[in-house]
Every structure is written in structure tokens, then in C-alpha cells.
């Protein structure tokens, strides 16, 4: 029978509350149906029965991340791609937790009790532009008339505000980093077109309430600023994760693989950019090295009903991505 795929945890994580009308250990697909491992050594897939996916939108994207969140409370887990069915349990064996029995566990084992937020930072564009020449010769001058002058006066403008975009990004990186254990970029900054900040912190679970008091200091330090502030989430944009396990789905060729993917960050996929790509933030391009699935595996098809978890404002958001 057909299951959904959520993550990929040790072969003895518990499970959630099996007790007959417990909503929270129920997948998501119609039927919905119990929330249950699929063991192959060391490691284990959460999945659940399923006849039909059905379309993914909002109610489903935040279930899946529920499900992943809830699992983490208990011990590491790493999720695989919204909306990720298997024909059956022998095919999550063979093209998911075999290959990587070896590897996988070492790697769960050094993200134990460890949990990633994530910061994404903008500020409004016409405050943006009046902060970065406030105190310089551009605030009051009138706009050329002369075509270069005006493009030679964009250019200047657009210098300034990357200035001020990597000052404010230093300020907040250095209130934020000494209080993670790790952190990287999630999108590339430096342009005028580039946001303030968007950024992941690998930071200990028992750690979080010093973490969310940093970012309500920025908050008040900036408050021009847009700060959206999610997590905890699985750490997936600190874990290399191998490149045969599902991650992001692409065009099926009726005579071959259902999936190819990449875990090759050179190439600007990842599996946190896939982690991210389902919940409707962009994905990097594809290329690299495939998945050796077995043509019947399948994606349920997503459908944007509303920005799901992009929200702002006080706090952390903990159930929305």
C-alpha cells in the first residue's frame, strides 16, 4: 500500500500518541492514517498509509511540519520532501534507508538535541532609500536631468544601500552568533537586490529562550526592520545529506526514475533548500547526482493558497513555515 514519507529519525524514536482519535499521530492524505516507523537497521521512516495524496496546500504543509516538529522534541530527525509517497514499505527499505544505513546514523548523532532557526530580515523600500543618504549630499539634491548623471545616481544610491543592508546584517549577526553553535547563509546577500539578512542558526534545544530574547532586542534596536523568525525546525541546513535520498522531486521520465535530485550545495540545491521548497520558498537549481528510484514513486501536487507561516511580528513562529 502507498505511504507518505516525513522524516527519517533512529530506528528507536517513539512515536506520537498512537491512542485511538489522537489528531497528532494522524499523516496527512485521505484516508489519514496513523503515523508509524518502516525500520531498515539503525535508522527508521516515519510514514503513514495513504490511497490518496490529494493536493497540497496550507492545511498540509503545516501538518508535515507538526509532525516533524513533534518528532524532534524526542530526538534528531530529518524530513523528507512534503508530499513524498512510496508504493510501499519495501521500496522505503531499499531506495531510501539501505543506502544511507551506514552514514546516516553519525550524522543524526551530531545534530542530537540540536534545533535551527531561522532569520529573514527586510526593511521597506522607501525607508530603506531615505536611511541610506540621509546625512549625505544626495538627500535634498534635485535628480539630474542628463541620462548618466541619473544612472550614475542610481548606482550611488544602490551602493549606499548595500552598505547600510551589510552594517545592519553585521550588527545582527554579531548579537546572534555567539549563541549558536553554528550558522550559514540561506540566501546570498551583498546586492541591492538582495534582502538584509536570511539566515539559519544551529542552536541547542535548551537554548531557545536566550536565542528569542536576542532577536526581541534587534526587533527593538531596529525598528524599521521586518524581521521574520521561524523554528524550531529539523537541521537541515547544517547536514550534508546524501544525495540518493528523496529530496526534491523533477520531471519523470515515463521509462526511468521518478526523481532525481542533489545534495551538492557547489550547485545551489541542498536538501534545506528542498526542506524549504516545500513549504513554497525557492529551490536552487538541479543537478549532480540521482536518486535510483524504482519509477513508482510519486509527489502530491501543491497548491498555493495563501503564505503559509511567512508572518512577522513578536516572538518565534513555531508551528508555521
Known sequence: MPV??????RAGHPLLDPSPGADSALGIGHPRAPLRLVRSGPLAAVVSATDDIGELGEQEAVRHLEILQRLLADGPVLPVRLGTVAPDDGAVRAEVLDPVRDSLPER????DGLVELRLDVEEAEQTELAEAVAGTSLAHAPPPADLDARIELGQRIAELVTARRTEQAGEILDELCPLARADRPRRHHGGPEDPALSWAFLVPADALDDFDAAVDRIRAAHPSLTVEYVGPLPAVDFVEFPARVLTDPHDTDPGGDSFSGSADRSSGDSFGDSFGSSFGEASGGTSGDSFGGSGRWGWGRTVDRSE???????GRQRKEF
Open 4 to 9: 507518505v514519507l516525513y522524516g527519517i529519525v
Open 308 to 314: 503559509t507561516g511567512r508572518r512577522s511580528g513578536n
Open 108 to 111: 543524526l548523532d551530531a545534530i
